[in-house]
């Protein structure tokens, strides 16, 4: 097939689509005979994001694969096209948001001893309704308390590609009271982003 075609096929798909698009959403777009091997796909995602460069808009990619979406510099001008102003989140819900990004998976005894308080069921629940946190497991003590950790959906939200690329946690200080150390020290020893093997981000 056409390169300049598979181009346009690829360009019109992250156009169309409602939500991002990895390389095995890219293939399905052609017929088996006809599909292009996947160096030549990514070779026009490549293609498709310099021509972004200097635009309104950019290709990004985040957890779940591509989008187009508008140029982040941008947000203070195209944001007056709406006129419902952003939800503001309780500080309680993005302190507990913030914990099980960094030190997950955690359960909801974990924050409360790190936050000092009880964590309320309406702050969890909400949280799984914006599917940014799910149950991944349950820790093997008494009463096996659900382990939580964030959701690919969550990454797309915030625009992050993997948990790497969570911003440093000094930045996340002016959203939550927590010493980094405290963020960082994980009740089991293990590390920043560590995750079981049933919430990984591919």
């Known amino acids: 097939m056409n390169p300049q075609l598979i181009r346009q096929i690829i360009e019109g798909a992250f156009l169309a689509a409602a939500k991002p698009l990895d390389t095995l959403s890219l293939e399905a777009l052609f017929e088996a005979h006809e599909r292009p091997p996947r160096d030549q796909i990514l070779a026009a995602i490549e293609e498709i994001e310099d021509d972004c460069r200097d635009r309104g808009y950019e290709l990004k990619r985040v957890a779940s694969g591509w989008r ?4 982040q510099d941008l947000a203070p001008w195209i944001c007056r096209l709406w006129e419902e102003k952003p939800k503001r989140y ?3 819900m993005l302190e507990t948001l913030a914990l099980i990004a960094y030190r997950q998976p955690l359960t909801r005894g974990d924050i409360e001893l790190v936050r000092g308080v009880a964590v309320s069921t309406d702050i969890i629940r909400a949280l799984q309704e914006r599917n940014w ?3 991944v497991g349950h820790r093997d003590v008494p009463g096996r308390p659900a382990l939580y950790a964030t959701t ?3 990454l797309d939200y915030f625009n992050l590609a993997a948990l790497q690329d969570l911003p440093p946690l000094e930045e996340i200080k002016s959203l939550v009271d927590f010493a980094p150390e ?3 020290a994980s009740h089991d020893g293990g590390e920043v982003g560590e ?8």
């Open 68 to 71: 187009f979406q508008v140029n």
């Open 195 to 202: 995750v079981n093997d049933s919430n990984k981000h591919d």
């Open 133 to 135: 946190i799910a149950v």
């Open 90 to 92: 309780s500080r309680a």
């Open 182 to 184: 405290t963020m960082l």
């Open 152 to 154: 690919k959906f969550f």
